[in-house]
């Protein structure tokens, strides 16, 4: 694809992976992009790079628009090799030029190329950069997601070059929101924003808080949002940004989210009547097989949820292996503000559901009191009191979630 036009000497130069499925264990069944860009000025400038696979379908952007040799400037907001894996080669085609980072960025490229003869200048918050009629502002934000992470604000433009945030992994010919919104949806475009930002930016929402309060007191209008993946923002930046403090303030909607996997059919069965339980007291749910189910996806669902029921058979007095690999992945995440309880069925020794709790208790999660459990599969007086579960866990998660209201 050739280079798009974000504004006046402004332009995409990244490229589009319509093929990826896995991005670091995190499913990408819309696939992805790796945007990069391109300011065109008395010192032209170049806004991060792209993964190595692709960084020959960069440089061809690129040179449809300008030599790389008469690139003044290389900024580095993220060394993540999705961005950085081909800055090796863009260098060779830009030798001497500066790059710009912050020192964790400058440590971590030292990790992944040969930079003895890079001309780096480090940068912190605040610090400005005048290429011409424009200037760029250099933003830190370290830990949103990797500690050299930094965006990149051109100033009298209102651009806000992003990094890894506001993006999503998603593989489309548009590439801006208006486009996108006209050609699918905006329901589709709000939920890859969710699985984004629950499946990376979870644990630092309070990061995200206080960048985006930062970002406001510069007193600079943001007219555009271009993140490194996915979508930018040109018709509704503001949208996105009031998505993620609604995300990072713990925001969610009220509704239970049932997450299971089952080995001979006995937990699957258990699922049944709860979810009818939930469905008795008004409770908008959704009911999650792991196998069945990209563990991305399942995660989103934990995200959007106020309630989670977790579902686990016993397995060598253990918990379901796709069960306790998700609460690995979840752990890591380090949700908060949500209520939580699991069931499940065992044959001779069962485990699986207190180990279920110990593990949701060990992430500080409302624990619900109750549990439930059945022997091999549940009878017919063993699935009424699973609709009564049912129905106490949505109770207590509709008055849980008053507290966020």
Not at 271 to 284: C, N, R
Request: hydrophobic content about 40%; glycine content about 8%; aromatic content about 10%.
């Amino acid at each position: 694809m050739n280079s798009v036009s974000l504004n006046q000497d402004i332009y995409w130069v990244g490229v589009i992976d319509w093929a990826i499925r896995d991005f670091h264990g995190y499913i990408t069944p819309k696939g992805s992009t790796y945007n990069n860009y391109l300011v065109l000025d008395e010192e032209p400038t170049l806004i991060d790079g792209v993964k190595l696979e692709f960084v020959d379908q960069s440089i061809q952007n690129i040179k449809a628009l300008i030599e790389p040799a008469k690139i003044k400037h290389l900024v580095v907001n993220h060394i993540e090799p999705d961005h950085g894996g081909g800055l090796s080669r863009l260098m060779e085609l830009m030798p001497g030029v500066p790059v710009y980072c912050t020192q964790k960025g400058r440590e971590g490229l030292a990790r992944y190329h040969d930079t003895s003869r890079w001309n780096f200048k480090v940068v912190k918050s605040g610090d400005r950069l005048r290429i011409g009629r424009r200037t760029l502002l250099f933003i830190e934000t370290p830990m949103i997601h990797w500690p050299d992470s930094m965006m990149t604000l051109c100033v009298e433009d209102g651009i806000l070059f992003s990094q890894d945030g506001f993006g999503q992994h998603l593989a489309s010919s548009q590439r801006f929101d208006d486009e996108f919104v006209a050609c699918a949806s905006e329901a589709e475009l709000e939920d890859s924003v969710w699985d984004y930002y629950a499946n990376i930016l979870m644990p630092f929402g309070g990061l995200i808080k206080n960048k985006i309060e930062e970002i406001t007191r510069l007193g600079v209008p943001i007219n555009m949002i271009a993140p490194d993946h996915g979508i930018i923002w040109r018709k509704r930046p503001g949208k996105v940004l009031d998505m993620y403090r609604d995300m990072a303030n713990g925001k969610t909607d009220e509704r239970v989210v049932i997450i299971y996997d089952t080995m001979w059919g006995g937990t699957g069965q258990m699922a049944q009547p709860i979810m009818q339980g939930l469905k008795e007291e008004g409770m908008d749910c959704r009911v999650i097989k792991l196998r069945a189910t990209p563990l991305s996806v399942a995660i989103k669902e934990f995200w959007r949820a106020r309630g989670c029921l977790l579902g686990s058979p016993t397995l060598n007095n253990n918990l379901f292996p796709y069960v306790a690999e998700f609460l690995v992945y979840l752990k890591g995440l380090r949700p908060k503000d949500r209520i939580v309880s699991a069931f499940g069925s065992y044959g001779w020794a069962g485990g699986a559901v207190k180990l279920a709790i110990e593990e949701f208790r060990g992430m500080k999660l409302e624990v619900f009191e109750e549990m439930l459990t059945t022997n091999y599969r549940p009878s017919s007086e063993e699935q009424k009191s699973g609709f009564e579960f049912g129905r106490r866990f949505a109770l207590a998660t509709r008055e849980f979630h008053k507290r966020y209201a």
